[in-house]
C-alpha cells in the first residue's frame, strides 16, 4: 500500500514560522507532483503549494512570498516552509500526491494524507 504521512503542525504566534513535511512511502513507480492543500472550517479546500516531478512549483495566491515547497533529493519527501504566518493561515493542511505505482497507466492514483491542524494565534 502507498501512503503519505504528515508531520510538523502546531500552534504558532503570527509572525512565526512553521514546517510541514509529507513522506510518501510504499510501492512507487514515479511521483507525478506532491504539495498541500488546507481547509479551515466553513470553507472550501484550497491549494496551498504543490511542486512537480520536473520541479516547476505552483503557489496559492494567499501564500505566495511567504510559503515555499521544496523536496528531498529522494524526491519521496516534500516540505513547506510557513514564513510570516497570519491567522488566516489556520487550517487542517493535507498532503496530496499524483502517483503511478507501476508502470501500468491504470496504476494511477490519487492520495491524500490524514490531514494535521495548523493553528495561529497569540
Known amino acids: 500500500q502507498v501512503q503519505l504521512e504528515e508531520s510538523g503542525g502546531g500552534l504558532v504566534q503570527p509572525g512565526g514560522s512553521l514546517t510541514l513535511s509529507c513522506r510518501a512511502s510504499?510501492?512507487?513507480?514515479?511521483?507525478?507532483?506532491m504539495g498541500w492543500y488546507r481547509q479551515a472550517p466553513g470553507t472550501q479546500r484550497e491549494l496551498v503549494a504543490t511542486?512537480?516531478?520536473?520541479?516547476?512549483?505552483n503557489y496559492g495566491d494567499s501564500v505566495k512570498g511567504r510559503f515555499t515547497i521544496s523536496r528531498d533529493n529522494n524526491g519521496n519527501t516534500v516540505n513547506l516552509q510557513m514564513n510570516n504566518m497570519e491567522p488566516e493561515d489556520t487550517a487542517v493542511y493535507y498532503c496530496?500526491?499524483?502517483?503511478?505505482?507501476?508502470?501500468?497507466?491504470?496504476?494511477?492514483?490519487?492520495?491524500w494524507g490524514q490531514g494535521t491542524q495548523v493553528t495561529v494565534s497569540a
Open positions: 496530496q500526491s499524483y502517483l503511478y505505482q507501476t508502470w501500468r497507466s491504470d496504476d494511477f492514483l490519487e492520495l
Open positions: 510504499g510501492t512507487i513507480f514515479v511521483i507525478i507532483n
Open positions: 511542486i512537480y516531478q520536473n520541479g516547476d512549483t
